[in-house]
């Protein structure tokens, strides 16, 4: 999800679409962009809605910056950490049977089955496959979606764990401009598992759905003449009504996250990516800048706007499976680590009604937790954006896609089937008989 136009300009809604596949539609070969100026039918326009129409946006996804305005988040002038090598010739050949199939997928035909742009696994801290497609390169910068939520809520998690954040405080004692919204009388813990009763449909195959009218009303570009309706995302969450009992069920609402990142502006007067440079971009030894999208006030977009390198994204990843430490330092309080892995309440998660592959998950500071055997977790995004963090397999994964259907459900059947047998490979095939290399 990102700020953006309505919902017939975006891409990637239904999933029985007859698409292109990712040979086919790599923005590369197929001349997005390219030229001084591109000819009009390869042009991409933020203006028009052409940015996220399949498949241009797999040009559009590494390029973000180019279109709209957004905000840094600085790495700070320190050297990068080191991200130790050892490249493995093996990993494209693991094979796994895909949900609802009997044919075996290998991980190399599942990254083409995903559209990935690219791709980091961390084996015990050190690199193990890294790949790129398309357009992007190992220097360049990709659009995380909804994986920025989980940044989002690790802040929250890390302003709870050290007492500057009351989980049980009402949002309203933060920020009492929505004291007439549905957001009112939530609990902060509501708004980060999202277990808030909000009247917020989030289906991106309905053009009519409420994310849409988030998404216009969060656009930087100039409002239609005679528009009345909010301008901003800040705006816009005061529009949002209540429908049930807070608490009662998860909810996956984009507009949580806006709201938990209006909380944390406010606790520490700092924006959300000042305070993700602060406290987390610049003590992991991050190798780029980041960025965020804005609104059209400058409030970078919580919900779905962080746009990072590859490598960066594994950084992040691998924080977490090191129980928040980076450089010999603690950069997250372990109990924010312990409190994400815990995870939520499987029972108000079930009533979500996700099919079998999410079944006995729960969700967590905006993190989705497995529950399975090897503790694994993940942050998830629309397209195909992953980490994924394995801890009995000291496994992290890092992934930019630009799948052409937006929902997880499109991607999950071979994705997550992928991820637990690479887990279980790499735990099983000792290092030397894969001939790591430099």
């Known amino acids: 999800m990102l700020a953006g136009l309505a919902a017939p300009a975006l891409a990637g809604t239904a999933s029985t679409q007859d698409w292109p596949d990712a040979r086919a539609s790599d923005p590369k070969a197929m001349g997005w962009m390219v030229g001084s100026p591109p000819p009009p039918e390869r042009t991409v326009r933020f203006d028009d809605g052409s940015y996220f129409r399949f498949p241009a946006m797999r040009w559009s996804v590494s390029h973000f910056r180019e279109l709209m305005p957004t905000t840094g988040v600085s790495r700070g002038l320190g050297a990068p950490a080191p991200l130790p090598r050892a490249l493995r010739d093996d990993i494209d050949d693991v094979t796994f049977t895909p949900a609802g199939s009997a044919l075996r997928m290998t991980w190399a035909q599942s990254l083409s089955a995903n559209y990935v742009d690219g791709i980091v696994v961390l084996h015990r801290g050190h690199v193990v496959y890294e790949r790129y497609f398309g357009v992007l390169e190992d220097d360049g910068q990709h659009a995380a979606m909804s994986v920025t939520k989980s940044f989002v809520g690790t802040l929250g998690a890390m302003l709870v764990a050290e007492g500057t954040l009351d989980p049980g405080k009402r949002v309203v004692a933060y920020v009492p401009e929505l004291a007439g919204s549905a957001f009112a009388d939530a609990t902060v813990r509501q708004v980060l598992d999202m277990t808030t009763a909000l009247k917020f449909s989030e289906d991106y195959s309905d053009p009519d759905a409420d ?64 305070l993700l440079s602060e406290r987390i971009w610049r003590r992991i030894g991050a190798e780029q800048d980041a960025y ?73 500071d905006m993190w989705w937790v497995t529950h399975d055997d090897h503790g694994a977790f993940m942050a998830r995004g629309v397209h195909g954006q992953a980490i994924y963090i394995d801890p009995a397999a000291q496994m992290v994964i890092a992934r930019y896609a630009s799948h052409p259907v937006a929902g997880n459900d499109a991607n999950d059947a071979t994705s997550l089937p992928a991820y637990r047998a690479l887990a279980m490979y790499l735990m099983n095939t000792p290092r030397d008989a894969a001939q790591p290399r430099p």
Do not use: C
Request: proline fraction near 4%; hydrophobic fraction near 35%; aromatic fraction near 10%.
């Open 211 to 274: 994310v849409w009218a988030h998404a216009q009303a969060g656009s930087p570009l100039p409002k239609p003449e005679g528009h009345t309706g909010p301008r901003g995302y800040y705006e816009f969450l005061k529009t949002v009504r209540k429908q049930g009992d807070h608490g009662h069920a998860f909810g996956y609402r984009t507009v949580n996250t806006d709201a938990l990142g209006w909380i944390i502006a406010r606790v520490t007067g700092r924006s959300v990516a000042e």
């Open 292 to 364: 965020m999208t804005v609104d059209s006030v400058g409030t970078a977009f919580a919900g779905g706007g962080l746009n990072t390198g590859l490598r960066d994204l594994a950084r992040f990843g691998e924080l977490l499976r090191n129980d928040g430490r980076a450089g010999g330092q603690q950069v997250i309080p372990k109990a924010a680590i312990d409190d994400i892995r815990r995870g939520g309440d499987k029972d108000a998660f079930a009533k979500a009604g996700y099919g079998k592959l999410l079944s006995g998950w729960s969700y967590r």
